[in-house]
């Protein structure tokens, strides 16, 4: 049997609205950071054979103290940003650090390298931490956190903390379009379907170590990168047009798999941040942030200066604000100050920090008059499988005492497109009033986008789909 996957979107958009202004930026308690040099905030420094690294000056100029602490950028980087953002700290400090103290262990580090990618052979070129490393090393800072904090305490540190992914970028320059390592044998979409198995396994991996809320980043518009312009010797220094719409369908695709990861990983919160068209709009709106030169970095020349050969003898131009790039391949902090609003804004607000207790009590509140009319409950024996959930049809169908007879409670396969159905799950939540729609073929961008699975669920049978029903920040009901 073909599996019917129906959504129930949701008609009140009102506590829509209401909902998300609670959605407050305290409620991360640590945040840990996988990836490559854009987030990588000093791990190199400590591998003597990194061929990539930021560790002498001009990087780090505009740094706190104006030194160059690894990060491959004149200042902060977006990690860095979002630990302020979250009040959790000014800067993540890399893991590699020897001197961690515990109270760095317990509100995150960072584990990204720079020159790292999600195929191993990216990190083995510049000798730096390949991301199964980094996962290694995660594995080892929770044995210490569990020393520290216990058993119970990590499990909810790790449970509660931001997770960020951020790599990709630098398979593709070095592995298809600059070295042709890969695309000898492999097309760009291979390549990238080769990418994102990676990616999937490295995301199940801190699933499985505890980690439920996760944010991952595409790639950039990989053409208007500096080095790129110069390497495909672009007239007038514009954008690489086909390597743009390569990183295009690279995130499309990244996008899709996220969201079929989400269901399979119950409970977890995978958030997408765009950094594609983000960095286009920059690009395309740089004056009004005081941008004038998005072509080339602020070291050097700007059209081939990075890491090894921007260095103390490289002039660099006068004030890096008005530079997107820092070098030719990374971004300065202005740039960086950009894309940090954008996830702050955008992209954290997704992970479902609306769970946390103030937002489910506006929630329950809002639904107040539900709640005194429905309460069964050791309900939701969905087609003989436990489940929370039940389902009630037809918009005359609003739940009451009455119907907790059951005999308007229907199975998934009782459902059919377009049918207005009440849905609740468990006896604590109010009933919410949705209709059923195809998920392949109906589902907006922005529904499929910020569901949250994991809250409600129930196997039903042999062949028969899975039944679940969620509600989230967005204010959707959703029934696979
Ligand atoms: C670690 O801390 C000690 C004592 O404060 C200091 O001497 C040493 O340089 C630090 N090491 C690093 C790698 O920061
Ligand atoms: C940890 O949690 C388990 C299960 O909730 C509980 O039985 C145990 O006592 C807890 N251990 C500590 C040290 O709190
Ligand atoms: C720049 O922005 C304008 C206005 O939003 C839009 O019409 C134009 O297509 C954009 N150009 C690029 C290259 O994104
Ligand atoms: C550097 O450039 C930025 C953006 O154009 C501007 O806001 C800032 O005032 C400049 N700083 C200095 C020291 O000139």
């Known amino acids: 049997m073909e599996p019917i996957i129906h959504f129930i979107i949701l008609v009140h958009a009102c506590t829509i609205v209401a909902m998300s202004n609670y959605v407050t930026a305290s409620k991360f308690s640590s945040i840990l950071v996988f990836g490559d040099s854009t987030v990588d905030t000093g791990n190199n420094n400590y591998i003597e054979a990194a061929l990539s690294r930021g560790d002498h000056l001009p990087y780090g100029k505009d740094f706190p103290g104006h030194e160059a602490?690894?990060?491959?950028?004149?200042?902060k980087l977006v990690p860095d940003m979002i630990a302020s953002f979250l009040n959790i700290k000014d800067v993540v400090p890399p893991y590699l650090d020897p001197n961690l103290s515990n109270e760095d262990l317990l509100t995150g580090v960072c584990f990204a390298s720079g020159g790292s990618g999600l195929d191993e052979m990216t990190a083995?070129?510049?000798?730096?931490?390949?991301?199964?490393?980094?996962?290694?090393?995660?594995?080892?800072?929770?044995?210490?956190?569990?020393?520290?904090?216990?058993?119970?305490?990590?499990?909810?540190?790790?449970?509660?903390?931001?997770?960020i992914f951020c790599a990709g970028a630098n398979d593709v320059i070095l592995n298809f379009y600059d070295l042709p390592t890969?695309?000898?044998?492999?097309?760009?979409?291979?390549?990238?379907?080769?990418?994102?198995?990676?990616l999937q396994i490295l995301i199940k991996d801190v699933y499985d170590l505890g980690c439920r809320k996760i944010g991952i980043a595409g790639i950039p518009p990989i053409g208007c990168t500096p080095i790129?312009?110069?390497?495909?010797?672009?007239?007038?220094?514009?954008?690489?047009?086909?390597?743009?719409?390569?990183?295009?369908?690279?995130?499309?695709?990244?996008?899709?798999?996220?969201?079929?990861?989400?269901?399979?990983?119950q409970g977890s919160r995978l958030v997408y941040a765009d950094?594609?068209?983000?960095?286009?709009?920059?690009?395309?709106?740089?004056?009004?942030?005081?941008?004038?030169?998005?072509?080339?970095?602020?070291?050097?020349?700007?059209?081939?200066?990075?890491?090894?050969?921007?260095?103390?003898?490289?002039?660099?131009?006068?004030?890096?604000?008005?530079?997107?790039?820092?070098?030719?391949?990374?971004?300065?902090?202005?740039?960086?100050?950009?894309?940090?609003?954008?996830?702050?804004?955008?992209?954290?607000?997704?992970?479902?920090?609306?769970?946390?207790r103030e937002s489910r009590d506006v929630e329950e509140t809002s639904f107040e008059d539900d709640k005194s009319v429905v309460e069964d409950d050791k309900d939701g024996?969905?087609?003989?499988?436990?489940?929370?959930?039940?389902?009630?049809?037809?918009?005359d169908q609003r739940p009451n005492k009455n119907s907790e007879k059951r005999k308007e409670v229907y199975k998934p396969e009782g459902f059919s497109l377009r049918d207005i159905v009440w849905?609740?799950?468990?006896?604590?939540?109010?009933?919410?009033?949705?209709?059923?729609?195809?998920?392949?073929?109906?589902?907006?961008?922005?529904v499929l986008s910020c569901y949250?699975?994991?809250?409600?669920?129930?196997?039903?049978?042999?062949?028969?789909?899975?039944?679940?029903?969620?509600?989230?920040?967005?204010?959707?009901m959703v029934l696979v």
């Open 423 to 446: 849905a609740r799950c468990g006896k604590r939540y109010p009933a919410w009033p949705g209709m059923v729609i195809n998920r392949m073929l109906d589902a907006l961008e922005s």
């Open 228 to 265: 790129q312009i110069t390497v495909k010797l672009v007239l007038g220094r514009k954008c690489v047009a086909n390597q743009n719409l390569d990183s295009e369908k690279y995130n499309l695709k990244l996008q899709q798999r996220l969201r079929r990861l989400q269901t399979m990983l």
């Open 124 to 163: 083995a070129s510049f000798n730096v931490l390949s991301m199964n490393k980094q996962i290694e090393y995660f594995k080892a800072y929770i044995i210490r956190l569990k020393h520290i904090a216990g058993e119970n305490k990590t499990k909810e540190i790790l449970a509660n903390a931001l997770v």
């Open 452 to 476: 949250v699975p994991g809250l409600c669920k129930g196997e039903v049978g042999d062949g028969v789909p899975i039944f679940e029903i969620h509600r989230q920040v967005c204010g959707y």
């Open 381 to 395: 024996d969905i087609g003989g499988a436990k489940s929370d959930c039940v389902c009630f049809k037809g918009v």
């Open 275 to 356: 950094l594609y068209y983000t960095v286009l709009n920059l690009i395309n709106q740089s004056e009004k942030y005081g941008i004038e030169e998005t072509s080339r970095g602020c070291c050097g020349l700007g059209i081939i200066e990075a890491t090894p050969i921007c260095n103390q003898f490289t002039p660099v131009c006068p004030n890096a604000s008005k530079y997107l790039f820092w070098d030719s391949v990374h971004f300065s902090e202005v740039s960086y100050k950009y894309l940090a609003n954008y996830i702050e804004t955008e992209v954290i607000p997704q992970t479902g920090v609306w769970k946390d």
């Open 182 to 198: 890969r695309s000898l044998f492999l097309s760009i979409e291979q390549y990238h379907d080769v990418l994102l198995d990676k």
């Open 69 to 75: 602490s690894g990060r491959f950028s004149n200042g």
